[in-house]
């Protein structure tokens, strides 16, 4: 049974630039949620998608947008790239229907920006 | 009021020791409190989590206690390993909404 896998695993933008990361969630889970984890920090929660609707947000601006398809994976997108966008995004999945929390992680697409 | 406090930032402990690592928040409609375990290059991997019904979960040698009261939580690694070696976040969430708010992590260093 496949986990929450992410791809690519590492990426190399330059500032100004677009990237788009990818995330298929554990089989059984519909929701996805996305967050942002700087150097040395915690998980930051970027938003989240479920029924291919974003449902909640966090503090971040809408150059980051995300895209949900029918069969639960999920997009981030992040225009106009700036040296602090940096970080490890991680894609956790979970399940509204069992009411399943714990949310289940990826092991993250390391975005760097030059 | 959204934070989660984590203390320490580091923590070096003899193999066979135990490890404490604490958690506050703020935010009294927090009802879910899961702690994770993160190595190097992977994402966060699920320890154990707990709900503010219960003052104590134990699962196997890792126990979380939960003080409502004081809005305070911690994890304890007993009989610590080498293998523990890794970083550690507390989180709180809202039951149904399935967004957490993170601690700045504690970096545990277990000596052989």
Known sequence: DAGVTQSPTHLIKTRGQQVTLRCSPKSGHDTV???????????QFIFQYYEEEER?????????????????????NVNALLLGDSALYLCASSSVRGRAQPQHFGDGTRLSIL | ???????????????GGISIINCAYENT???????YQQFPGKGPALLIAIRPDVSEKKEGR???SFNKSAKQFSLHIMDSQPGDSATYFCAAGISGTYKYIFGTGTRLKVLA
């Open chain 1, 33 to 43: 949620s996305w967050y942002q984890q700087a150097l040395g920090q915690g998980p």
């Open chain 1, 56 to 76: 909640q947000r966090g503090n971040f601006p809408d150059r980051f947008s995300g895209h949900q398809y029918p069969n639960y994976s999920s997009e981030l």
């Open chain 2, 1 to 15: 009021q959204q934070q989660v406090k984590q203390s320490p930032q580091s923590l070096i402990v003899q193999k």
């Open chain 2, 29 to 35: 409609a927090f009802d879910y409190f899961p702690w």
């Open chain 2, 62 to 64: 890792f126990t979380i």
